[in-house]
C-alpha cells in the first residue's frame, strides 16, 4: 500500500499564489511519475501537472506557465506551486503517483478556492 500526504490547500484571492505538496510512503519500490489532478464541482478530474523521476514534465493546457511543478526523489515528495491563480482554477487538487509496476494510487484531495 502506498500512502499520500497532501498539504497547502487553502483560500486566495485571484492573482495569489499557493504551494501544494504531497508526500508518499509505504510500499514503494519505485515511483514513476508523480503529480497533480484537480475537479472541480461537475466537471470531469483533469492533468493539472506531473513529473517522472527523470525531471520530465507534463501540464494541462490551462497551466499556461503559472504552475511550476518540482519533485525530491529521495524524499518521494511532489510540489506544485501555482501563481497568478484564477477563480477558474478553483477545485480539488489530488496528488497521484504512479508506480513503474503501473499501480497507481490517488491522495485524498486537497481543496483551493480562489476568490474574485
Known amino acids: 500500500q502506498v500512502q499520500l500526504e497532501e498539504s497547502g490547500g487553502g483560500l486566495v484571492q485571484a492573482g495569489g499564489s499557493l504551494r501544494l505538496s504531497c508526500a508518499a510512503s509505504?510500499?514503494?519500490?519505485?515511483?514513476?511519475?508523480m503529480g497533480w489532478y484537480r475537479q472541480a464541482p461537475g466537471k470531469q478530474r483533469e492533468l493539472v501537472a506531473t513529473?517522472?523521476?527523470?525531471?520530465?514534465?507534463d501540464y494541462g493546457d490551462f497551466v499556461k506557465g503559472r504552475f511550476t511543478i518540482s519533485r525530491d526523489n529521495a524524499k518521494n515528495t511532489v510540489s506544485l506551486r501555482m501563481n497568478s491563480l484564477k477563480p477558474e482554477d478553483t477545485a480539488v487538487y489530488y496528488c497521484?503517483?504512479?508506480?513503474?509496476?503501473?499501480?497507481?494510487?490517488w491522495g485524498q484531495g486537497t481543496q483551493v478556492t480562489v476568490s474574485s
Open positions: 513529473i517522472t523521476s527523470g525531471g520530465s514534465r
Open positions: 509505504g510500499s514503494i519500490f519505485s515511483i514513476s511519475r
Open positions: 497521484y503517483v504512479l508506480l513503474i509496476s503501473t499501480s497507481n494510487y
